[in-house]
């Protein structure tokens, strides 16, 4: 196991190297600067601002200047506000982690409980329904169900208040969020019980008279979990980039709005930490979803 860690240490760093890179040279390639927007600079300040920040170099000596300093921990400051990208990204992503943390928590919950429901009542009503819930949700994007969320029952009908920093209401983010995810974790646990289900030592242990419930909790649903932790990872990934602009649409000051108002600002070293800071996250997720493989499988050889 632990060669198979280093190995995929090693394409993580790789990964995580071309994905800047990528965000980097294509950042620049568009026409325009961060300061070219700004009414009140003078050609002489834009000037003086364009150096002090490197950005009058050579695109790919920008590039290397960057990884330089990234390499000793340096994000850089922020072009417009002349924050540290370091101490902002970690204010913000504690805000961001919370709300992906209880999205991603009720989404296997909920996944999970009702895709059994669904699998041990097969072409019965309660099956019906949750497929019909569950495909009507994975066609909603996580955006389109915050901005229905927020115009209903905040506006019109008031039973949630507007998100407010001073007092935060986490619900309606939660349920955008958390409603993709947890309605293909439920029809991948519905395909996964069945087939667990169906197998031949389920049946041997219902003839040998293993009470009901034990045979689906300790047999069926634990087999019937890997997928669902195949999924795991991808999903936190999706959750935490589909909360960029669900956290813009509630006002929530978390990383996903430093990342967008990054954009339409032009901040380039709050887009390249945003982008590293996520695609580490992603792969950070990705190995460890692989490993707990071998905790609910110990059949599984990485080797």
């Not at 009414?39 to 002090?52: I, T």
């Not at 990934?237 to 956290?247: D, H, N, P, W």
Request: with cysteine; proline share 5%.
């Amino acid at each position: 196991m632990a060669k198979y860690v280093v190995k995929r240490i090693i394409l993580a760093v790789v990964t995580v190297f071309i994905i800047s890179a990528i965000t980097f040279f294509a950042m620049n390639a568009i026409p325009g600067g961060p300061f070219s927007g700004e009414k009140a600079l003078s050609p002489e300040v834009e000037k003086v601002l364009m150096e002090r920040f490197n950005l009058d170099k050579p695109v790919l000596q920008q590039f290397f200047i960057y990884l330089g300093r990234l390499l000793h921990g340096d994000f850089g400051v922020s072009l417009k506000t002349g924050r540290d990208i370091s101490q902002t990204v970690f204010e913000s992503f504690k805000v961001s982690a919370r709300l992906g943390g209880m999205a991603a928590l009720a989404a296997v919950i909920a996944g999970v409980i009702l895709g059994s429901i669904a699998a041990l009542n097969r072409n019965r009503l309660a099956d019906r329904l949750i497929v019909f819930f569950s495909t009507l949700m994975t066609a909603v994007p996580s955006f389109v169900l915050a901005t229905l969320l927020l115009l209903v029952f905040c506006i019109r009908l008031g039973w949630f208040p507007v998100f407010s920093t001073g007092n935060p209401n986490y619900v309606l983010p939660v349920v955008a969020l958390a409603m993709y995810p947890m309605a293909y974790i439920t029809r991948l646990t519905k395909t996964s019980m069945l087939d667990a289900l169906g197998q031949d030592y389920i049946r041997t242990a219902k003839a040998k008279g293993v009470p009901r419930l034990k045979v689906i909790f300790k047999h069926a649903l634990r087999n019937a979990l890997i997928p669902v932790i195949t999924y795991v990872g991808p999903m936190l990934a999706y959750i935490l980039t589909g909360s960029l602009v669900v956290e813009n649409i509630f006002t929530i000051g978390g990383l996903g709005s430093k990342f967008v108002t990054g954009i339409t600002t032009r901040d380039y070293p709050m887009i390249m930490a945003t982008t590293i800071f996520l695609a580490t996250l992603m792969v950070i997720m990705n190995l460890l979803s692989d490993l707990v493989y071998k905790l609910v499988d110990p059949r599984i050889n990485f080797d």
